[in-house]
């Protein structure tokens, strides 16, 4: 090991200490023969700037803890499933409440932030019908169908998994902060972020990413075309997670991504039979 390891405590520091400034992929994470506190040394000794010097991993990663839990691949709780994004796997998750829910595969349940009253009658059929199917729901905390989702889960005796593109001393957006301690009472909140990290663009695609990988599948209940809401199709194609979209069967336009996805066969119609007859 580098002499460089002295900046790190174990493996666990050093991860979050790399997850802190810089996206898994520069770190070469994905690689066999990956060590974070190597990696982490030959980061300190390359920067000019004294910015990571200046960073102490153990003592940040105990601070951070104080707030939430930093997962990392090896520990009993780990989601294998975030495999899947090769490169992109994140070095570790912050996780608040209980961090067994992430390797049970829930299903997410997406779609627009200005979403129409359809669309947000039927995320809370789909959320209750997986609720009675015995999954949980995963969904960031937005406006829209994601935090009706949630809501509606709760609501029918469920839990779920809440990914935020925040720190989890943090909520986004704040409006939700209700949401976020009754999801994460019985169900779950993670983030790539470490406390203290507010949203950007950046993280919340980054969070768009995580529900996706997280889950064995996806309903974008209504997404509009050229919308952040499509990029849960793009993840879900990305990682081969099945993409279930409820056909555009009324007239607003808020559903034109549900109707290119079906016209292009790019996603299955999702009936709420899908989970009372166990099919997922």
């Known amino acids: 090991m580098c002499?460089?390891?002295?900046?790190?405590?174990?493996?666990?520091?050093?991860?979050?200490?790399?997850?802190?400034?810089?996206?898994?992929?520069?770190t070469g994470a994905a690689a066999d023969d990956f060590d974070?506190?190597?990696?982490?040394?030959?980061?300190v000794e390359a920067d000019r700037s004294g910015r990571l010097g200046r960073h102490r991993p153990a003592a940040e990663l105990q601070r951070g803890e104080l707030t939430a839990r930093f997962l990392i691949p090896g520990d009993p709780e780990w989601p294998a499933q975030l495999a899947d994004m090769g490169e992109n796997c994140p070095l570790g998750l912050w996780v608040r409440g209980n961090p067994d829910v992430l390797t049970q595969r829930p299903m997410a349940v997406v779609g627009n932030r200005a979403a129409s009253d359809t669309a947000l009658h039927r995320a809370r059929g789909f959320a209750e019908?997986?609720?009675?199917?015995?999954?949980?729901?995963?969904?960031?905390?937005?406006?829209?169908?994601d935090s009706t989702a949630h809501q509606a889960a709760l609501g029918a005796g469920g839990s779920g998994v809440a990914v935020l593109p925040c720190g989890l001393d943090q909520c986004h957006p704040y409006a939700h902060i209700t949401l976020l301690h009754e999801v994460v009472?019985?169900?779950?909140a993670v983030s790539v972020c470490?406390?203290?990290?507010?949203?950007?663009?950046?993280?919340?695609?980054?969070?768009?990413?995580?529900?996706?990988?997280?889950?064995?599948?996806?309903?974008?209940?209504?997404?509009?075309?050229r919308s952040v809401a499509m990029v849960y199709?793009?993840?879900?194609?990305?990682?081969?997670?099945?993409?279930?979209?409820?056909?555009?069967?009324?007239?607003?336009?808020?559903?034109?991504?549900?109707?290119?996805?079906?016209d292009e066969g790019a996603g299955e119609p999702a009936p709420l039979?899908?989970?009372v007859t166990g099919q997922l």
């Open 3 to 26: 002499a460089f390891a002295a900046f790190t405590d174990n493996e666990r520091a050093a991860r979050a200490a790399l997850a802190a400034h810089f996206t898994p992929a520069q």
């Open 129 to 145: 019908a997986a609720v009675s199917a015995g999954l949980r729901v995963s969904a960031t905390l937005a406006l829209g169908i």
């Open 194 to 225: 470490p406390p203290g990290t507010r949203a950007s663009l950046r993280t919340l695609r980054a969070s768009e990413a995580l529900v996706v990988a997280l889950s064995r599948a996806v309903v974008l209940v209504e997404a509009l075309e």
């Open 233 to 262: 199709a793009d993840a879900a194609r990305s990682l081969a997670r099945p993409l279930f979209v409820p056909p555009a069967d009324y007239d607003d336009p808020r559903a034109s991504g549900n109707a290119r996805l079906l």
């Open 185 to 188: 009472n019985g169900g779950a």
């Open 273 to 275: 039979t899908y989970w």
């Open 36 to 43: 974070p506190a190597e990696e982490w040394g030959r980061r």
